[in-house]
């Protein structure tokens, strides 16, 4: 059965660093053919796209409020994609997923990703 989990999340304070992971297991094609993204919900908001990446890592994207803060990467033999989080904001708290699927083709459309993953939160507060 396909399974996203993402880990990483927590409290740091403002200008602090976390790394989420998320990791892949039961994808009935090899996991490469996948492209992986990740979003964040905050309280009363929408669901947005943070960063995605590519299924061969060629390829990504970021939210302007995040690029240059932000880095995607992934390790295809671990199944994991890992999102780098630094100079973290307060405006960066949120309940973080990861979503998977093959060759989505609008970004940052969520809907364009059958699987998720249930969820980190990650809190910026002094």
């Known amino acids: 059965q396909l399974q996203l989990v993402e880990s990483g999340g927590g409290l740091v304070q403002p200008g602090g660093s976390l790394r989420l992971a998320c990791a892949a297991s039961?994808?009935?094609?090899?996991?490469?053919?996948?492209?992986i993204g990740w979003f964040r919900q905050a309280p009363g908001k929408e669901r947005e796209g943070v960063s995605s990446?590519?299924?061969?890592?060629?390829?990504?994207n970021y939210a302007d409020s995040v690029a240059g803060r932000f880095t995607i990467s992934r390790d295809n033999g671990k199944k994991t994609v890992y999102l780098q989080m630094n100079k973290l904001k307060p405006e960066d708290t949120a309940v973080y997923y990861c979503?998977?699927?093959?060759?989505?083709?609008?970004?940052?459309?969520?809907?364009?990703?059958?699987?998720w993953g249930q969820g980190t939160q990650v809190t910026v507060s002094s």
């Open positions: 979503a998977a699927d093959i060759s989505p083709s609008s970004w940052p459309d969520p809907y364009e990703y059958s699987y």
């Open positions: 039961g994808f009935t094609l090899d996991y490469h053919y996948y492209a």
């Open positions: 990446i590519s299924d061969s890592g060629g390829g990504t």
